[in-house]
């Protein structure tokens, strides 16, 4: 197997700018996710999905209490400036690559398969639509598309990566918020970087993803965060939902040979 690849998303340095989802949808040819207007904040995209392989998340980081509307201000709505709002956290998430990774271990038709960059993919010409790939996701990333049923998710550019390309997202990043390479080499990069942060006083800033001790054995695609994961909507501590699956096997093999047995227990003591 070629050396694990994975992408280090340093969102430090991101700047929103979307880059990254219009190069993966133009080179995956993934279509338009429905131009919906949240009116919520400038995330237009909401979250990742079978239409959205890279999202960014724009999140507010709140200041003092909203201002009342000023003299002048002209619009009425009470935002009063940059008192409303502290600052921003920006993101681009992706799928993790998890080195245990659920959605492979319940997929009935080897849709989903690891490749020889120890990335996870799906083949949509083989994908039957089941969804069981669907809940078994820790970070809700695999979804099904509604118009074939089919599910879809980051490949990590495969194609890309068999032609000696970095992804498409990467490559698009004006920032280089979102780095691509061997994972061991990401993560000496990425603790630089952290070491780096501290050293300035960003103390809250905290890598994401990366110990391969977490409860998906580590990911392939990781963070740098500048807050909580529930900030940015990541679980805080991700477990794979199979890990219980052999054991529950083992109790149902148990199960079934304790009938069997009392069954012929009790056809040889009526003979």
């Not at 992408?7 to 991101?14: A, G, I, L, M, Y």
């Not at 920006?90 to 959605?103: E, F, I, Q, Y």
């Not at 271990?105 to 996870?120: K, M």
């Not at 790939?133 to 509604?146: F, H, Q, T």
Request: some cysteine; glycine content about 12%; proline content about 6%.
């Amino acid at each position: 197997m070629a050396e694990r690849m994975g992408f280090f998303t340093d969102t430090s340095v991101c700047i929103g700018c979307k880059a990254c989802e219009v190069a993966c949808k133009e080179w995956n040819d993934i279509p338009d996710d429905g131009f919906v207007f949240r009116a919520t904040s400038y995330d237009n995209t909401g979250s990742l999905g079978a239409s959205t392989w890279r999202h960014v998340a724009f999140i507010e980081q709140p200041g003092r209490a909203p201002a009342a509307p000023r003299q002048g201000d002209g619009d009425g709505d009470g935002d009063g400036g940059p008192e409303d709002i502290e600052g921003w956290l920006m993101s681009s998430d992706v799928c993790k690559h998890c080195t245990h990774a659920a959605c492979l271990d319940v997929c009935p038709t080897g849709a989903l398969f690891r490749t020889e960059f120890d990335t996870v993919v799906v083949q949509a010409d083989v994908c039957n639509g089941c969804g069981y790939c669907v809940p078994a996701c820790p970070y809700g990333v695999i979804e099904r598309r509604e118009r074939d049923g089919r599910a879809f998710k980051c490949t990590m550019c495969y194609d890309r990566q068999l032609g000696g390309l970095e992804p498409a997202c990467a490559k698009a990043c004006p920032t280089d918020s979102i780095q691509f390479g061997p994972l061991d080499e990401l993560h000496a990069r990425a603790g630089e970087r952290l070491e780096r942060l501290h050293s300035e006083g960003r103390q809250e800033a905290r890598l994401y993803g990366a110990s391969p001790d977490d409860g998906v054995g580590g990911a392939g695609a990781f963070f740098l965060l500048l807050a909580d994961p529930e900030v940015y909507g990541l679980p805080p501590d991700p477990v794979v939902t199979t890990r219980d699956l052999p054991a529950m096997w083992r109790w149902a093999g148990g199960a079934a040979l304790s009938l069997v047995g009392a069954v012929a227990v009790s056809f040889l003591s009526n003979r």
